[in-house]
């Protein structure tokens, strides 16, 4: 024998090193064996039946397939079932040493597996070549390395003896006196097997006779060649069954970069088939144990075509393992849906058949909110910054700066302009932190509007490309000199600016219509408006965020030279706060609404000649109707919005979708023009649009009693309130004269935008499913203006070419009291083309009865009012459909007046559709009453008229 060199390649990987534990506390004992079948090892049975002091079988077998010096590259399966021959079993006799142990895992599979033979004779011996895989395990040479049971040896050749009888199948070699000619403990269960056009297991090693000096092997026989060929059919099943096994990839990543490649392998080891597409999970798992709780990295499908005993290589491709996965020991595998499987506990590459990876993690940090305190700074002055830093790492932070930097645009690089650093202290992955301070802004910075961001710089980061944040937040560095006249204003953001009058000259006109003729010693400021309708209010007073040491007045002007400007407003004292009167130091406060976006120019001085100073100019900018109470008159049909400078002041509602707030919300106002179904809407499918996620909530009421009626935050019967676009659609029912509410805002509160919405009025009974009941034998009232169409066309009731349409139609029911003919009447009575159209059954299933478009004449409309008559059964339920013949002229919605009666057949007393005895007998019951029974001619008295009606019908 020889030690085997290829031991990867078949068949030598189907040759198995035996663990065989007698208890399961013993120690292991070498055993050799082969796989036969992805599910069955054949060995001796003195490999797993004891007949010593056990004189039982084995409590445990670990098989590993083509294992080489401590190399397991198949992995390992269990025994779960044996069998030996009862001449063995119960006679100890080795002319019957054979067995079979059935696996808990088709390792075979991956490996291949030689076929087997049974009842071979000793010509076909004597013919043919054997080679022998075997674990010797006895030492032959002192304690050196040979036959350790770990290294796998090949023999081949012939065998020496042959002999058959009865009670006799063992084949025999003799042995030698060296290290590789004889059978060594370890060998017993070794196969001999001889390649005949497929490689074939023939006898097993069973063990050497001391006195002649032979190896022995015993043949498979019929009988048990029957026992292994219906082992192999009862293992394999009939039944479909897909395992996953073998998941391979590389084995070192870092958190949050690719593993580039990975694979598994798909198999089928039964005698069942099926093809199609399967999908299947890559997660990742702190165990060997691939489950549905683990991490999924990714959700994938193939498609294959697996027959009976089939396999598939699944290329599966590169996976992302979690940039918050901390540094450690990780499994990958894959999951496969089941679908039809006869088992899907198998299904998933656990223990061997998962990969084992290190992962290294690390901090990933990055800013999320810079936010400025003032947002106009003065050269030299200082700001006060805070900023939100988040690791998402795997692992905690250590202390790190953050780099302030001004950019003029939104991306914000290493080479802005470094306005200062805040230091972070390090936090624990998963968690954020927040760090503020106060910079100074250096006298060298440019005048100018910046946007102001974050560069973070922690050590180990895992993501540098995020470590800078593009920024929003803009404000507005000006001179420390002051803006003295109007063509020298500064451009200015909202929020908070510091100024100084001092030495200022005064060169703004004087206005009549502002109070005493300030402001003296005058700055100027200019503000571009960037929503076509907004209120902005200017303020020095204290209890509105302003300051001021000195007595101010404020001006604001709009246009876009300083030579044609158009007076807004004007103030001095600020009498609605303290802050105006003079223990509060005569502050200011102008509110100003203004059109257009066209710039807004804003002149601060003070009261009188020589009243100058400095403080902190409050600049606000909201919506008009940032307010309920501000709320702006609303019809039916478009209206424009703009929600970007609004704040958020309307209550959270549980009842309403996500969280139940609006955030940053304007406010309109509707009076209800009829009774019906209120939509609100920014779908672009219903006509509306919009460029953020929008929230929509409609009330009744008055601002200090608001009755929430409806509310939306994504539209989920449009694609318009799908990802990205997330629009909304509101609805509620509403009556004639409701004072209503509209608050159009946005889902969370950095969703802000514009955009239009459509506000349409439908009747209550718009759909069939929400028809009316109608009083028969009177006048019905109706209005169909803002009605949808709903129903279906009826080709056999065309007039004028409109293939039988009813447009912008509303319902009613009714239930017929007796059999005769219906009547729906609007002839001389509508402003409109009216339609009607009359059903039996019910929305699902409509049966049409009759129809009419143009009978009769409607006022300025020749021809175009409609008459509608047909035969009813008594009992029986009806939808009355009443619309108009065209779609969307000016003639096609309007008000009406329809007459709607039922009248029976003449001498039909009882309403049932025949004229009979019981016709005659109802008129006889009630004779000389005053009706309605048996009263037919309608005089309120039942008499002869009455009774020769009926016996003048006679049917």
């Given at each position: 024998?020889?030690?085997?060199?290829?031991?990867?390649?078949?068949?030598?990987?189907?040759?198995?090193?035996?663990?065989?534990?007698?208890?399961?506390?013993?120690?292991?004992?070498?055993?050799?064996?082969?796989?036969?079948?992805?599910?069955?090892?054949?060995?001796?049975?003195?490999?797993?039946?004891?007949?010593?002091?056990?004189?039982?079988?084995?409590?445990?077998?670990?098989?590993?397939?083509?294992?080489?010096?401590?190399?397991?590259?198949?992995?390992?399966?269990?025994?779960?079932?044996?069998?030996?021959?009862?001449?063995?079993?119960?006679?100890?006799?080795?002319?019957?040493?054979?067995?079979?142990?059935?696996?808990?895992?088709?390792?075979?599979?991956?490996?291949?597996?030689?076929?087997?033979?049974?009842?071979?004779?000793?010509?076909?011996?004597?013919?043919?070549?054997?080679?022998?895989?075997?674990?010797?395990?006895?030492?032959?040479?002192?304690?050196?390395?040979?036959?350790?049971?770990?290294?796998?040896?090949?023999?081949?050749?012939?065998?020496?003896?042959?002999?058959?009888?009865?009670?006799?199948?063992?084949?025999?070699?003799?042995?030698?006196?060296?290290?590789?000619?004889?059978?060594?403990?370890?060998?017993?269960?070794?196969?001999?097997?001889?390649?005949?056009?497929?490689?074939?297991?023939?006898?097993?090693?069973?063990?050497?006779?001391?006195?002649?000096?032979?190896?022995?092997?015993?043949?498979?026989?019929?009988?048990?060649?029957?026992?292994?060929?219906?082992?192999?059919?009862?293992?394999?099943?009939?039944?479909?069954?897909?395992?996953?096994?073998?998941?391979?990839?590389?084995?070192?990543?870092?958190?949050?970069?690719?593993?580039?490649?990975?694979?598994?392998?798909?198999?089928?080891?039964?005698?069942?088939?099926?093809?199609?597409?399967?999908?299947?999970?890559?997660?990742?798992?702190?165990?060997?144990?691939?489950?549905?709780?683990?991490?999924?990295?990714?959700?994938?499908?193939?498609?294959?075509?697996?027959?009976?005993?089939?396999?598939?290589?699944?290329?599966?491709?590169?996976?992302?393992?979690?940039?918050?996965?901390?540094?450690?020991?990780?499994?990958?595998?894959?999951?496969?849906?089941?679908?039809?499987?006869?088992?899907?506990?198998?299904?998933?590459?656990?223990?061997?058949?998962?990969?084992?990876?290190?992962?290294?993690?690390?901090?990933?940090?990055?800013?999320?909110?810079?936010?400025?305190?003032?947002?106009?700074?003065?050269?030299?002055?200082?700001?006060?910054?805070?900023?939100?830093?988040?690791?998402?790492?795997?692992?905690?932070?250590?202390?790190?700066?953050?780099?302030?930097?001004?950019?003029?645009?939104?991306?914000?690089?290493?080479?802005?302009?470094?306005?200062?650093?805040?230091?972070?202290?390090?936090?624990?992955?998963?968690?954020?932190?927040?760090?503020?301070?106060?910079?100074?802004?250096?006298?060298?910075?440019?005048?100018?509007?910046?946007?102001?961001?974050?560069?973070a710089s922690a050590d180990g980061d895992l993501d540098t490309s995020n470590d800078a944040m593009s920024s929003f937040v803009m404000i507005a560095v000006i001179e420390s000199a002051a803006a003295d006249e109007c063509d020298d204003a500064i451009h200015i953001a909202p929020g908070l600016?510091?100024?100084?009058?001092?030495?200022?000259?005064?060169?703004?006109?004087?206005?009549?219509?502002?109070?005493?003729?300030?402001?003296?010693?005058?700055?100027?400021?200019?503000?571009?408006?960037?929503?076509?309708?907004?209120?902005?209010?200017?303020?020095?007073?204290?209890?509105?965020?302003?300051?001021?040491?000195?007595?101010?007045?404020?001006?604001?002007?709009?246009?876009?030279?300083?030579?044609?400007?158009?007076?807004?407003?004007?103030?001095?004292?600020?009498?609605?706060?303290?802050?105006?009167?003079?223990?509060?130091?005569?502050?200011?406060?102008?509110?100003?609404?203004?059109?257009?976006?066209?710039?807004?120019?804003?002149?601060?001085?003070?009261?009188?000649?020589?009243?100058?100073?400095?403080?902190?100019?409050?600049?606000?900018?909201?919506?008009?109707?940032?307010?309920?109470?501000?709320?702006?008159?609303?019809?039916?049909?478009?209206?424009?919005?703009?929600?970007?400078?609004?704040?958020?002041?309307?209550?959270?509602h549980d009842e309403c979708q996500w969280d139940g707030q609006t955030h940053n919300d304007v406010w309109y106002r509707l009076v209800a023009p009829r009774q019906g179904l209120l939509t609100v809407t920014t779908c672009e499918e219903l006509g509306g649009t919009a460029n953020y996620d929008?929230?929509?909530?409609?009330?009744?009421?008055?601002?200090?009693?608001?009755?929430?009626?409806?509310?939306?935050?994504?539209?989920?019967?449009?694609?318009?309130?799908?990802?990205?676009?997330?629009?909304?659609?509101?609805?509620?029912?509403?009556?004639?004269?409701?004072?209503?509410?509209?608050?159009?805002?946005?889902?969370?509160?950095?969703?802000?935008?514009?955009?239009?919405?459509?506000?349409?009025?439908?009747?209550?009974?718009?759909?069939?499913?929400?028809?009316?009941?109608?009083?028969?034998?009177?006048?019905?009232?109706?209005?169909?203006?803002?009605?949808?169409?709903?129903?279906?066309?009826?080709?056999?009731?065309?007039?004028?070419?409109?293939?039988?349409?009813?447009?912008?139609?509303?319902?009613?029911?009714?239930?017929?009291?007796?059999?005769?003919?219906?009547?729906?009447?609007?002839?001389?009575?509508?402003?409109?083309?009216?339609?009607?159209?009359?059903?039996?059954?019910?929305?699902?299933?409509?049966?049409?009865?009759?129809?009419?478009?143009?009978?009769?004449?409607?006022?300025?409309?020749?021809?175009?009012?409609?008459?509608?008559?047909?035969?009813?059964?008594?009992?029986?339920?009806?939808?009355?459909?009443?619309?108009?013949?065209?779609?969307?002229?000016?003639?096609?919605?309007?008000?009406?007046?329809?007459?709607?009666?039922?009248?029976?057949?003449?001498?039909?007393?009882?309403?049932?559709?025949?004229?009979?005895?019981?016709?005659?007998?109802?008129?006889?019951?009630?004779?000389?009453?005053?009706?309605?029974?048996?009263?037919?001619?309608?005089?309120?008295?039942?008499?002869?008229?009455?009774?020769?009606?009926?016996?003048?019908?006679?049917?």
């Amino acid at each position: 024998m020889s030690l085997v060199e290829d031991y990867l390649t078949f068949p030598a990987r189907s040759a198995c090193k035996l663990w065989v534990r007698n208890t399961p506390s013993s120690n292991p004992i070498g055993c050799s064996g082969i796989l036969i079948d992805p599910w069955i090892v054949l060995t001796a049975g003195h490999c797993i039946y004891e007949h010593g002091d056990l004189d039982d079988w084995v409590a445990a077998v670990e098989i590993n397939p083509g294992t080489q010096q401590g190399e397991i590259p198949w992995g390992t399966a269990n025994g779960v079932a044996v069998y030996a021959p009862g001449g063995y079993i119960d006679d100890q006799d080795y002319d019957f040493d054979v067995a079979i142990i059935i696996l808990d895992r088709p390792i075979g599979m991956l490996t291949g597996w030689p076929g087997w033979q049974s009842g071979v004779g000793c010509g076909y011996i004597e013919d043919h070549g054997f080679a022998n895989y075997a674990y010797p395990v006895e030492d032959c040479d002192d304690g050196g390395p040979l036959h350790n049971g770990l290294d796998l040896y090949v023999w081949s050749g012939t065998f020496d003896d042959c002999e058959i009888l009865w009670d006799d199948w063992e084949v025999d070699f003799d042995m030698g006196e060296g290290c590789f000619d004889r059978l060594w403990k370890g060998m017993s269960g070794s196969a001999a097997i001889t390649h005949d056009g497929e490689w074939l297991a023939t006898a097993v090693a069973s063990h050497r006779d001391p006195f002649w000096d032979t190896a022995d092997f015993v043949r498979i026989d019929y009988d048990f060649g029957e026992v292994i060929e219906d082992t192999i059919a009862a293992t394999r099943g009939t039944q479909f069954d897909l395992h996953a096994m073998s998941f391979r990839s590389e084995s070192t990543v870092t958190a949050g970069q690719e593993i580039a490649w990975s694979e598994f392998f798909a198999c089928n080891p039964t005698n069942g088939s099926d093809q199609g597409y399967w999908t299947y999970h890559v997660m990742l798992s702190s165990d060997d144990v691939i489950s549905y709780q683990d991490t999924q990295l990714d959700l994938r499908e193939f498609q294959a075509d697996f027959p009976a005993m089939g396999w598939e290589w699944i290329t599966s491709g590169p996976v992302t393992i979690p940039i918050n996965t901390p540094t450690g020991e990780y499994w990958l595998g894959a999951l496969v849906s089941h679908g039809a499987d006869a088992n899907d506990d198998n299904n998933q590459t656990s223990g061997w058949d998962a990969q084992r990876i290190q992962v290294t993690g690390g901090p990933e940090v990055f800013p999320t909110v810079v936010m400025p305190a003032q947002f106009t700074l003065v050269q030299g002055g200082t700001i006060d910054i805070e900023c939100t830093l988040y690791n998402q790492g795997g692992e905690d932070a250590p202390a790190y700066p953050v780099e302030i930097r001004l950019s003029e645009n939104q991306i914000i690089t290493a080479s802005d302009f470094l306005l200062g650093e805040l230091h972070v202290n390090g936090h624990s992955h998963t968690d954020y932190e927040e760090t503020s301070g106060s910079l100074t802004i250096p006298e060298d910075c440019p005048p100018g509007v910046y946007f102001v961001g974050a560069i973070a710089s922690a050590d180990g980061d895992l993501d540098t490309s995020n470590d800078a944040m593009s920024s929003f937040v803009m404000i507005a560095v000006i001179e420390s000199a002051a803006a003295d006249e109007c063509d020298d204003a500064i451009h200015i953001a909202p929020g908070l600016i510091p100024f100084s009058t001092v030495g200022a000259q005064t060169d703004g006109a004087d206005h009549d219509e502002c109070k005493y003729d300030g402001p003296h010693n005058d700055i100027w400021f200019k503000y571009t408006p960037t929503s076509n309708s907004c209120r902005i209010r200017a303020t020095t007073c204290e209890q509105l965020g302003g300051t001021a040491d000195f007595d101010t007045s404020i001006t604001m002007y709009q246009g876009h030279w300083c030579s044609g400007l158009i007076l807004l407003g004007c103030n001095d004292d600020d009498w609605n706060h303290p802050c105006g009167n003079e223990a509060g130091g005569w502050r200011s406060t102008l509110d100003v609404d203004v059109n257009g976006i066209t710039p807004v120019w804003i002149r601060l001085g003070g009261h009188f000649e020589g009243d100058w100073g400095t403080g902190e100019l409050n600049l606000e900018v909201r919506p008009i109707n940032d307010a309920c109470s501000d709320a702006l008159e609303l019809d039916l049909g478009l209206c424009s919005f703009d929600t970007n400078q609004a704040t958020t002041d309307g209550q959270a509602h549980d009842e309403c979708q996500w969280d139940g707030q609006t955030h940053n919300d304007v406010w309109y106002r509707l009076v209800a023009p009829r009774q019906g179904l209120l939509t609100v809407t920014t779908c672009e499918e219903l006509g509306g649009t919009a460029n953020y996620d929008t929230d929509i909530v409609i009330y009744r009421g008055s601002c200090d009693d608001l009755v929430l009626l409806g509310c939306n935050d994504d539209d989920t019967d449009n694609d318009c309130g799908e990802e990205p676009d997330y629009r909304s659609t509101a609805q509620a029912m509403v009556n004639y004269d409701d004072e209503l509410y509209i608050r159009v805002g946005g889902y969370g509160p950095d969703d802000r935008g514009s955009g239009t919405m459509v506000i349409s009025l439908a009747p209550p009974n718009d759909d069939c499913d929400d028809a009316q009941g109608l009083v028969l034998n009177d006048w019905l009232f109706y209005d169909n203006t803002g009605a949808t169409s709903t129903g279906p066309d009826h080709p056999t009731c065309e007039a004028n070419g409109d293939n039988g349409s009813t447009s912008h139609d509303i319902w009613y029911t009714f239930t017929a009291p007796y059999a005769g003919v219906f009547t729906a009447d609007t002839c001389g009575n509508v402003d409109h083309d009216s339609d009607l159209v009359l059903y039996r059954g019910d929305c699902d299933e409509l049966i049409l009865v009759a129809c009419n478009d143009d009978a009769c004449d409607a006022p300025g409309l020749p021809g175009s009012a409609s008459l509608l008559q047909a035969p009813v059964n008594q009992g029986q339920t009806y939808l009355l459909r009443v619309g108009s013949a065209f779609g969307n002229f000016w003639f096609s919605t309007g008000a009406g007046t329809l007459w709607a009666e039922c009248l029976r057949y003449a001498g039909d007393a009882n309403g049932n559709g025949s004229v009979d005895i019981a016709d005659l007998l109802m008129v006889l019951d009630n004779w000389g009453g005053l009706g309605p029974d048996g009263d037919l001619n309608g005089d309120w008295s039942v008499d002869i008229d009455d009774l020769l009606e009926v016996i003048g019908n006679w049917s």
